[in-house]
């Protein structure tokens, strides 16, 4: 065991310990935390519109600060941007992520000096953590790769600003820079494809240990790297690789085709960061859901599902959360976000310790029809059918067919395969089937005649990429939603359908 190797297992056992206590003590520390942030930003504009100063408990809060997102909150935010100072958190934030909005266009979250640890040494302990479940301390001996946004950075109202994973690379610790690749010069590059290129060149003959990123952009890495070198597997040129990390897409999909392209299994960590904080992250190898990030500045609460647009109000929080209940992520945080929806929803999996799992988006889903399809039913459907025909999956997004050209309604499947089933028809009729069993409303639209069973349409080899090349999302943190309530993707991406089989087309 080299000397880096020793001192890592050390800082490693203290995380975990460290990790071990965090979570037996977490309702305390969500506590806590509220009033912390509460007095540290009560004389800032936002405290003062609010009046945190009569703010008492946890339901005086509900009271005077409600559930918003980024649109209602424009103006604090646009002050920020600005470089106004005590807006939302006391002084400048030391940076602003620039995020995709919906309805806002370009959001600028702000990033505070007390938030960043958040989502630095969140990292760091994820990592940490998995070396002391796995025992390989000898991850950092060698080069590190993460495929990320660029990391020059604008000026916006004097406050740099960038992508995530861009700032992100300005605050890597000295010791792991040694090891990072690509360099800067080369993660500067805009454009993904030539971006590629030129990190396929700087990696090809390093010893790589960890890669990090969105699983579709690593595919793409390592099947040009394949072409590029000539050698059968990514294990040829990288034997010592040992872990893949991603996070913000459900990985099963994409495993049987990155398992083939590596030539054997990689230990994988799965990880939930977001440019309005680091939420969660995998803390065991077999453990389901991500161990919630419950002391490290942020407040949570949880809306149900069903009541976040006709009861905002009952906002739950850790200590009367329930397993297996949809909730609306809510957060509050020293980053000077204040009841803030960031538009995912999760699930509770395990409350000794707090373990979540990601089940979508509060604005994506497909309830043209009242079924409401959630991502999670459509991501569990697709890897059990999936599994049981041996296929691989490069991409796939759904949508509702609302007009179609002859019979009723139904679901479309947009989906690029790997490698096509051998019986696309019965693939089809056993992903509906999981569908129904997945979701009862779907269920008793198909049993009643008002939709038709799903239809699948695959799409040409590399169709996906083509479509988020075009949308200006090709690489780095982007992803193709799972799915969406209109036709606005499937309509966009009419020039990649691939003709259906004749004994399957629409009757």
Not at 148 to 164: A, D, F, H, W, Y
Request: with cysteine.
């Amino acid at each position: 065991m080299s000397i880096k190797s020793w001192v890592v297992k050390q800082v490693a056992s203290y995380t975990r310990k460290k990790l071990l206590r965090n979570a037996t003590n977490a309702v305390n520390d969500q506590m806590s935390i509220l009033r912390d942030i509460l007095e540290k930003a009560k004389h800032t504009k936002f405290g003062k519109d609010h009046h945190f100063d009569k703010i008492k408990n946890h339901q005086d809060f509900i009271a005077h600060v409600p559930i918003r997102e980024y649109e209602d909150l424009k103006k604090y935010f646009d002050a920020i941007a600005e470089g106004t100072p005590d807006v939302t958190w006391p002084g400048k934030p030391k940076y602003l992520a620039k995020t995709s909005g919906t309805t806002s266009g370009v959001k600028y979250i702000p990033i505070t000096h007390d938030s960043l640890p958040n989502h630095i040494q969140t990292a760091r302990n994820a990592i940490l953590n998995h070396m002391t479940q796995s025992g390989s301390y000898d991850l950092f001996d060698a080069s590190v790769i993460f495929l990320s946004g660029s990391p020059v950075l604008e000026k916006k109202g004097g406050i740099p600003t960038g992508r995530l994973s861009g700032i992100v690379n300005h605050e890597i610790p000295w010791w792991l820079k040694l090891n990072q690749v690509p360099s800067f010069q080369t993660n500067s590059i805009e454009d993904w494809e030539t971006k590629l290129q030129s990190i396929i060149q700087e990696t090809k003959e390093k010893d790589l240990r960890i890669i990090s990123g969105i699983p579709p952009w690593v595919q793409m890495y390592f099947e040009n790297l394949l072409q590029i070198t000539g050698q059968p597997n990514i294990k040829k040129i990288f034997p010592n690789l040992g872990l893949f990390i991603y996070g913000g897409v459900n990985y099963e999909p994409y495993r049987p085709k990155l398992e083939s392209l590596m030539g054997f299994s990689v230990p994988s960590l799965e990880t939930y960061p977001a440019s309005e904080g680091f939420i969660a992250f995998q803390d065991g190898l077999k453990n389901e859901g991500l161990l919630l990030n419950t002391n490290s500045g942020i407040f949570y609460e949880f809306v149900p599902l069903n009541k976040i647009f006709s009861d905002p109000t009952a906002r739950y929080t850790l200590a009367e959360v329930e397993l297996g209940v949809d909730y609306a992520l809510i957060i509050s945080s020293n980053a000077g976000l204040w009841g803030y929806s960031i538009g995912d929803c999760v699930r509770f999996v395990s409350l000794h310790p707090y373990r979540i799992v990601v089940t979508g988006r509060v604005k994506h889903f497909i309830s043209a029809f009242g079924e409401h399809v959630i991502g999670k039913e459509v991501e569990e459907a697709m890897i059990l059918v999936s599994k049981k025909y041996q296929v691989s999956i490069v991409e796939y997004t759904v949508a509702p067919q609302v007009n179609p050209t002859h019979g009723l309604p139904y679901h479309e499947w947009l989906v690029e395969f790997a490698d096509n089933p051998a019986d696309l028809e019965n693939f089809e009729k056993d992903l509906d089937q999981e569908m129904t069993r997945q979701n009862i409303y779907y269920r008793d639209l198909i049993e009643g005649k008002i939709l038709r069973p799903l239809v699948i349409t695959p799409i040409k080899r590399d169709g996906f990429r083509a479509y988020m090349k075009s949308q200006g999302k090709l690489g780095g943190q982007n992803k193709v939603p799972r799915l969406s309530d209109n036709r606005k993707i499937a309509d966009a991406m009419k020039d990649f359908y691939l003709p259906r089989p004749a004994e399957i087309q629409e009757s």
